[in-house]
C-alpha cells in the first residue's frame, strides 16, 4: 500500500467562533417546509410504491446520483417476502433501485462515484466489512484477519476502506485498519488498549484518516502522504468525538460539549458553531448539516460555512447520517417518521427522503 505509518505532526488549534442558527429562512424558498415542495421520498419501490416496513439510513454521492439506505421491506425488491434486512442502492435519475446487501448491522455508507456501498454484517458471533457493488448488484466479504471489523468508511472510488478492527474474546482492544481491498493490502493507523468508540472517516483519495481515541475523547489526523498522525486536534485540555472528514479533506467535522466545529486541515484552526450539533460536512467541507439544540425549532438546518447562512432541511422530526450532503449543499439525505413531508405518505412507518436545493 502507498501509505506508512510515522512520527506524530503537532497541529495548532486556534478557534474561531460561528453564530447558531443565524436564519431558518433559505434564499428564494428553497428550504419551505410545505408538503412536497423541494423533497422526496426515495425509500420506494422502483415503481414509485410505498414501501411497507422501515427504511432508515441514508448517504449520497458527491454528485447526488444515487443514495443508499438500508430497509426491512418485503416489496421493495423481488425476493424479500420475508422482510430481512437489506442494503438498497437508488439511482436518482433513472429511479432504478437494487437489493445489494442483507443483514446490515449499522446505515451503510457509499463511494463519492456511488459504485460501491459498505456495511458491516453480524456473522455467528463476530462482524465483518462487506463491500456491495452498484454494477453487480451484489456484495463480497472483506479480508479481515481480526475477530471483528465494522465501522467501514469508503474513499470516492471504493478502493480504500477505513474501519475498526476488535481484538479478542471477549474483545479488550482495537485498532483503526485501512485496507486497500483490490491490492489485498493493509495499513494499520493506531492501537488502542480498550473498546471505546473509535469510528474513522477516510477522504476521497484515501489520503487522509480522522478518528478518535473513544476513552480519551480525542480525535487524530492520519496523513498517509507523509505517513504521520497529528496530535489531538481539538487541543490538550478539550474533550471531542469524530464527526467525520470532507471528500477533499480539508475539514474534519468534531463535536466538543454543546457546540460543533470545523477544523481546517490546512492552518490548524478550527470554527466553533455553539449549541448545534453537526451531522455530515458535504464534499468541499463548505457546507455543514447540523441539529440545533434548540428543539423547539426545525431539527435539520444546512449552513453554508461561506456565506454564514442557513437552509431549513427538514422541520419535522429528522435525522441524518454521515455522507448526508452532496457537494454544494445542493442535495441532503435523511430520515423521518413523519408522514407530512411529502403527499401520499400512509405507510405509518420511517421513510429516507431527499431533500434537493437546486
Known sequence: ?????????????????????????????????????????????????????????????????????????????????????????????????????????????????????????????????????????SSIGLNCDALNCSQPSLSGDGRYVANVATIGRPSTSQRIDVWDWQANTKQELAWFAHTAPSRPSISGDGRFVAYQDGKTKDVFLWDGNHGSTSEPIEGPSKEATIVQISEDGSKVVYLSGSDTYVHDVSSGTARRIPDVKGLAIDPTGHHLLYAPNDTTGPSLVLRDLTSDTDQVVSDRPASAEVDAVSTGGHDVVFESTADDIVPGDTNGKSDVFLRRFS
Do not use: C, H
Not at 83 to 95: I, M
Open 1 to 137: 500500500m502507498r501509505r506508512a505509518s510515522g512520527a506524530a505532526v503537532v497541529m495548532g488549534v486556534v478557534i474561531t467562533v460561528l453564530p447558531g442558527v443565524a436564519s431558518a429562512e433559505p434564499a428564494d424558498g428553497a428550504g419551505d417546509s410545505s408538503v412536497g415542495v423541494g423533497v422526496e421520498r426515495v425509500s420506494v419501490a422502483a415503481d414509485g410504491t410505498q414501501l411497507d416496513r422501515d427504511s432508515t439510513g441514508g448517504a449520497i454521492t458527491t454528485d447526488g446520483r444515487r443514495i443508499v439506505f438500508s430497509s426491512s421491506a418485503t416489496n421493495a425488491t423481488p425476493g424479500n417476502a420475508a422482510g430481512s434486512e437489506r442494503v438498497y442502492l437508488r439511482d436518482e435519475p433513472s429511479g432504478q433501485l437494487k437489493s445489494v446487501g442483507s443483514y446490515p448491522v449499522d446505515s451503510p455508507v457509499i463511494s463519492g462515484d456511488g459504485e460501491y456501498a459498505a456495511y458491516w454484517v453480524l456473522l455467528f458471533r463476530d462482524t465483518k466489512v462487506k463491500l456491495a457493488q452498484w454494477t453487480a448488484g
